[in-house]
């Protein structure tokens, strides 16, 4: 199973952990990164990730993100077909490094989408082509 994790997402565990669905998502997130390290899971990795990290003012937080990059079996440059998906999400109402971000899942064809940004989360359902939900979500879903 293939599963696209956002900046967002990686970032959780950096989030104030005084909120319990911070911790609780931070927590999930831990979890399914510890099955993608034992194979359980297949990780997509993207140029937008590589961009939106980059940027990441904190350098420990950045490096530790980076080095998730080893991991992935997929890495997704920018396209002409990422770009229009792209643009296909952003008229659904999706910002813009956000619809990036869930185009390059789908063109690498991942069955899950996980972040913990409200935002996208609201606009799940516009997203037909791949599963979006956070990290608690996914986990409810696979354990079924």
């Known amino acids: 199973m293939k599963i696209y994790l956002d900046n967002c997402c990686f970032n ?50 950045r490096e530790q993100i980076a080095k998730w990059r080893k991991y992935a079996t997929d890495d997704v440059l920018e396209s002409e077909s990422v770009l229009g998906l792209a643009s296909i999400l952003l008229e659904k109402g999706i910002r813009k490094i956000d619809s990036l971000h869930v185009a390059c899942a789908i063109q690498a064809g991942a069955d899950f989408f996980l972040t913990t940004d409200d935002g996208i989360l609201k606009k799940a359902t516009l997203v037909e082509q791949i599963h979006v939900t956070d990290p608690i979500g996914f986990i409810k879903e696979i354990e079924k």
């Open 12 to 61: 959780r565990p950096y989030d104030d952990q005084s909120h319990l669905r911070i911790r609780l998502e931070a927590e999930a997130k831990l979890k399914i990164q510890e099955d993608i390290r034992n194979g359980d899971f297949q990780l997509v990795w993207s140029y937008i990730l590589d961009y939106e990290n980059g940027k990441n003012p904190f350098r420990e937080r």
